[in-house]
């Protein structure tokens, strides 16, 4: 499998099993000048900003981890466009989670903080 291919098949196991979590999918690979998200979803009243991260026999730790400052940059201000642009998610509470897709999918949530 392409890492391509390998990124999208996290991408779609991690929407499935945010889905059974109860999360509502808003956007997947939403693209902006800024960058990309890999996912944004809606959950109790909160939107998630999601990076998804899969490295054949990567622990969660270092899949965490290699959401650098730089990606976390280009996150948040995808993700201060997306809410300019859909204000209608604006009394919602913003976070920034990371989904490892491994072994096991687990769901990270505030890895890190809105950058500035």
């Given at each position: 499998m392409s890492t391509v291919e390998t990124g999208k098949h996290?991408?779609?196991c991690a929407v499935e099993f945010l889905v059974k979590l109860?999360?509502?999918?808003?956007?997947?690979?939403?693209?902006c000048?800024?960058?990309e998200i890999d996912?944004?979803?809606?959950h109790e009243n909160?939107?998630?900003f999601i990076e998804v991260k899969t490295i054949a026999g990567a622990g969660?730790?270092?899949l965490a981890v290699t959401v650098?400052?730089?990606k976390q940059k280009r996150i948040s201000e995808s993700a201060q466009f997306f809410m300019q642009v859909h204000?209608?998610?604006?009394?919602?509470?913003?976070?920034?989670?990371v989904v490892t897709v491994a072994d096991t999918i687990e769901l990270i949530e505030q890895a890190f903080l809105e950058y500035s």
């Amino acid at each position: 499998m392409s890492t391509v291919e390998t990124g999208k098949h996290a991408e779609q196991c991690a929407v499935e099993f945010l889905v059974k979590l109860n999360f509502t999918i808003l956007a997947v690979n939403f693209r902006c000048l800024y960058g990309e998200i890999d996912i944004i979803a809606l959950h109790e009243n909160r939107i998630h900003f999601i990076e998804v991260k899969t490295i054949a026999g990567a622990g969660k730790e270092s899949l965490a981890v290699t959401v650098n400052k730089q990606k976390q940059k280009r996150i948040s201000e995808s993700a201060q466009f997306f809410m300019q642009v859909h204000r209608e998610y604006n009394n919602c509470h913003a976070q920034f989670d990371v989904v490892t897709v491994a072994d096991t999918i687990e769901l990270i949530e505030q890895a890190f903080l809105e950058y500035s």
